[in-house]
């Protein structure tokens, strides 16, 4: 299964969420498999993992245009026995770094790094785990300071027709 699909700058490769197989070689141990972030070469080369090998899943996720760094979502206490806290990650390619960036212990996900590649944009559902998802829109500096929600016309109680 693939899911969170990105195109490489350079069109000649995908970067793909999928399970990472690539130790698995009993039924027990499929079990224990995580998600992880793929890049294939479209001239059909074996995927090559680019993510970090964690003990959770990762995610949604964007690559940074330049494929310097990739965000992602991850839970961000997946031991605690509480509902899943979803928080955004950054990992460097060149020093294998991973940065947490948010720490809003609610459902932080769908990262997208602005064009001018100063600011991610992501959403926050703070319903998480409840009966109805309440999503609101916020941006942070690519280093995880200055998280700020933007107020859309449909979080301030105005009609947005």
């Known amino acids: 299964a693939m899911n969170s699909l990105t195109v490489a700058q350079d069109g000649e490769s995908i970067f793909v969420q999928m399970l990472d ?4 070689e009993t039924a027990e141990e499929s079990f224990d498999m995580k998600m992880r972030v793929f890049n294939i070469s479209l001239d059909g080369d074996k995927p090559v993992a680019i993510s970090p090998k964690l003990d959770v899943d990762i995610y949604d996720f964007t690559i940074e245009p330049n ?3 990739m965000i992602y979502q991850a839970v961000s206490n997946p031991f605690s026995g509480e509902t899943f806290q979803y928080e955004l990650y950054k990992y460097d390619f060149e ?3 991973v940065q947490q960036l ?3 212990q609610e459902y932080a996900g769908h990262p997208v790094i602005s064009r001018h590649m ?3 944009f992501f959403i926050v559902d703070k319903r998480f785990g409840k009966k109805d998802a309440d ?5 942070m500096k690519l280093d995880g300071t200055e998280v700020t929600e933007i107020i859309l016309p449909i979080n301030a109680g105005i009609d947005a027709k």
Do not use: G, W
């Not at 999503?135 to 941006?139: A, D, G, M, R, S």
């Open 102 to 104: 948010t720490e809003l």
């Open 118 to 120: 100063n600011k991610i």
């Open 95 to 97: 020093t294998k770094e």
């Open 21 to 24: 197989e690539d130790e698995v």
């Open 135 to 139: 999503y609101h829109l916020y941006e």
């Open 67 to 69: 494929e310097d760094f």
